[in-house]
């Protein structure tokens, strides 16, 4: 059986390695296996982290937890919310991750100008032994929800309409995005891949703060576009991967 079909898929070991990349470091948000001191350290410092599971996908499990005045905290799945006293929020985060291995991450304030979370779908091949970028889709999450993927209600979007008329970009700020993007997700995949060196294809999911910075939310192994690029309505990059994958090795 082909080794391809059984990489080990590991968020946690992809944002470690990254971490440890002087290129790229800067980019990774701070992100550890999740526990009680992890827990607590992380939400002392960056007060609203994300938890999701280690091996993830469609935003199945991820949660954002937030510190508020007073002690309270507010754990936030999808679009559902509840408040949590701090003397019982670590038995509630427990009993909510119980069923695997979770990595607790901080939270990036990846939102558009009316407060929509936002993320970007970079979809990467091997052409020739050198990564090309397939295609960039830009993800709007549905309103008042913490996850961008369609699965939860969200929207594809074309990246230049996502940066200009969501984020008021301009002609030139969207242009000079979308370059500083494509070069930061080529760079990472050139390390992730000595990690696992028969994949030819990988998804890099971003986030970009106010202060556009660009932050890398994970590294996808596997990744799928019919949740994403063949759900824009304009289909040209659907049908670029699709072409592209032919031709990657
Ligand atoms: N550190 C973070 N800061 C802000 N938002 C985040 C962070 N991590 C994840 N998210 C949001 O949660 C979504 C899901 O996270 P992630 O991509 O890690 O999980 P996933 O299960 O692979 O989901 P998907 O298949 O939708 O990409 C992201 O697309 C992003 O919108
Ligand atoms: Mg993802």
């Given at each position: 059986?082909?080794?391809?079909?059984?990489?080990?898929?590991?968020?946690?070991?992809?944002?470690?390695?990254?971490?440890?990349?002087?290129?790229?470091?800067?980019?990774?948000?701070?992100?550890?296996?999740?526990?009680?001191?992890?827990?607590?350290?992380?939400?002392?410092k960056?007060?609203?982290?994300?938890?999701?599971?280690?091996?993830?996908?469609?935003?199945?499990?991820?949660?954002?937890?937030?510190?508020?005045?007073d002690?309270?905290?507010?754990?936030?799945?999808?679009?559902?919310?509840?408040?949590?006293?701090?003397?019982?929020?670590?038995?509630?985060?427990?009993?909510?991750?119980?069923?695997?291995?979770y990595?607790?991450?901080?939270?990036?304030?990846?939102v558009?100008?009316?407060?929509?979370?936002?993320?970007?779908?970079?979809?990467?091949?091997?052409?020739?032994?050198?990564?090309?970028?397939?295609?960039?889709?830009?993800?709007?999450g549905?309103?008042?929800?913490?996850?961008?993927?369609?699965?939860?209600?969200?929207?594809?979007?074309?990246?230049?309409?996502?940066?200009?008329?969501?984020?008021?970009?301009?002609?030139?700020?969207?242009?000079?995005?979308?370059?500083?993007?494509?070069?930061?997700?080529?760079?990472?995949?050139?390390n992730?891949?000595?990690?696992?060196?028969?994949?030819?294809?990988?998804?890099?999911?971003?986030?970009?703060?106010?202060?556009?910075?660009i932050?890398?939310?994970?590294?996808?192994?596997?990744?799928?576009?019919?949740?994403?690029?063949?759900?824009?309505?304009?289909?040209?990059?659907?049908?670029?991967?699709?072409?592209?994958?032919?031709?990657?090795?």
């Amino acid at each position: 059986m082909s080794i391809k079909k059984h990489q080990v898929k590991s968020k946690l070991a992809v944002a470690y390695q990254l971490m440890h990349t002087p290129e790229v470091e800067g980019h990774i948000p701070e992100t550890e296996l999740l526990y009680e001191n992890s827990f607590k350290r992380m939400m002392k410092k960056h007060g609203k982290a994300y938890i999701k599971p280690d091996r993830g996908r469609k935003s199945r499990g991820v949660m954002q937890v937030e510190r508020l005045k007073d002690n309270r905290f507010k754990i936030r799945q999808g679009s559902d919310m509840e408040y949590v006293d701090s003397h019982e929020l670590w038995t509630k985060i427990k009993d909510l991750t119980r069923d695997r291995r979770y990595l607790i991450q901080q939270a990036i304030d990846s939102v558009t100008k009316d407060r929509r979370h936002f993320d970007l779908r970079c979809h990467v091949l091997r052409i020739n032994g050198k990564w090309k970028i397939g295609g960039i889709c830009g993800r709007l999450g549905k309103r008042g929800s913490v996850v961008t993927t369609s699965h939860a209600g969200g929207t594809p979007t074309l990246i230049k309409t996502l940066f200009t008329r969501h984020l008021r970009y301009s002609r030139r700020e969207t242009s000079d995005m979308i370059q500083k993007v494509e070069k930061c997700v080529v760079k990472t995949v050139n390390n992730v891949s000595r990690m696992y060196p028969n994949l030819k294809e990988y998804a890099v999911d971003i986030g970009i703060d106010p202060k556009k910075r660009i932050w890398i939310y994970e590294v996808n192994i596997e990744p799928l576009i019919r949740g994403n690029f063949k759900l824009l309505p304009d289909k040209t990059l659907y049908r670029r991967i699709r072409y592209m994958r032919k031709t990657a090795k």
